[in-house]
């Protein structure tokens, strides 16, 4: 790859390595501490993520060639370690500064970094083996941001919540939100709101929110959802702007009947929900108060680039 040496922004450099990938440069992975091409990358047959999904994840957005929530998402990366009892492969801060050096090293403008932490390589027992050690793999994937679904709003289906009882671990174990999202997909939708008997708990992979008469609320923060990272920075800009946040569970006919839902991820961002099942939301379309968060979710991501 030639870099044209007067190109000094950072904007500048990371297209010429976009360009040059998009011609045939090789992606890099990072492996444990070490980095290389993909299609050298190798998993092993007896990873106990890969035989009994043994392990946990992150995804992390990067806006503009700058990890979104960095910080946030490598502690909960931490948390869910420490809830399985797996030991890091080397320091948090360490983990941080090598996935943003993937970032750089791949030319990733705007997309996500995967990684993942597993128990590592062992002969297959259920109990923890004796003496193992943790692999860590992360790759980058380029996305653009999801604007036509934030503009317009998403329709969603309701399903029944068959999770087992610790979503707060974001382990790799994601079959049940696999076949709750696949559902959706066959309805047309774009997410399944999972509820727990009448009390809705999350999307298959979203918080989620509504609003009546001006008030947000959410589900708690317990073992029955994932305390997601962008649900952190939205409920704080919430009330940064004013808004009365309550964390509490709420039915399935509040959901139908309330003025606003929406729902917040790492892929989703602030993503409006103007239907579910055959009832429309509200007016049917995006409402104020999800209007608002969006804009100061701009100002965060804009604050987080060094744009002003």
């Known amino acids: 790859m030639v870099m044209t040496p007067h190109i000094n922004s950072r904007f500048g450099v ?11 440069g090789k992606r890099m992975i990072l492996l444990n501490r070490g980095f290389m091409e993909r299609d050298d990358a190798i998993v092993d047959i007896e990873d106990r993520g890969y035989q009994f999904g043994d392990g946990v994840y992150e995804l ?20 869910s370690s420490l809830k399985i009892e797996l030991a890091l492969p080397y320091p948090l801060e360490d983990i941080a500064r090598n996935l943003k050096q993937l970032v750089e090293k791949n030319g990733l403008l705007n997309g996500y970094i995967y990684v993942q ?22 790759y980058v994937q380029h996305a653009e941001r999801p604007v036509e679904i934030t503009k317009h709003g998403i329709h969603a289906i309701l399903t029944e919540d068959i999770r087992w009882k610790r979503c707060d671990i974001k382990s ?18 774009d997410e399944a709101i999972m509820h727990r008997g009448s009390t809705v708990s999350e999307g298959s992979s979203t918080n989620v929110y509504i609003v009546e008469r001006n008030v947000i609320y959410t589900h708690p923060i317990n073992n029955l ?20 946040v309550v964390e ?33 939301i509200g007016s049917g379309q995006p409402g104020l ?20």
């Open 117 to 138: 932490i597993t128990r590592g390589v062992a002969q297959r027992v259920h109990h923890f083996p004796g003496s193992v050690s943790s692999v860590l793999v992360a």
């Open 60 to 79: 992390i957005r990067v806006y503009d060639g700058v990890c979104f929530e960095m910080e946030g998402h490598v502690q909960r990366l931490k948390l």
């Open 225 to 244: 959802i994932l305390n997601g990272i962008t649900r952190i920075g939205v409920l704080q800009m919430a009330r940064e702007n004013g808004f009365r």
């Open 248 to 280: 509490e569970a709420f039915t399935v006919n509040e959901l139908l009947e309330t003025d606003e839902v929406f729902v917040t991820s790492t892929a989703f961002e602030i993503c409006p929900v103007i239907q579910i099942d055959q009832t429309v």
């Open 289 to 308: 108060v999800t209007r608002s968060l969006q804009q100061a979710f701009e100002h965060r991501i804009a604050f987080n680039s060094g744009i002003n």
């Open 172 to 189: 790799l174990n994601l079959l049940p939100n696999v076949l709750a999202k696949q559902l959706a997909k066959k309805h047309g939708c």
């Open 14 to 24: 990371f297209y010429m390595c976009l360009k040059s990938l998009k011609k045939g």
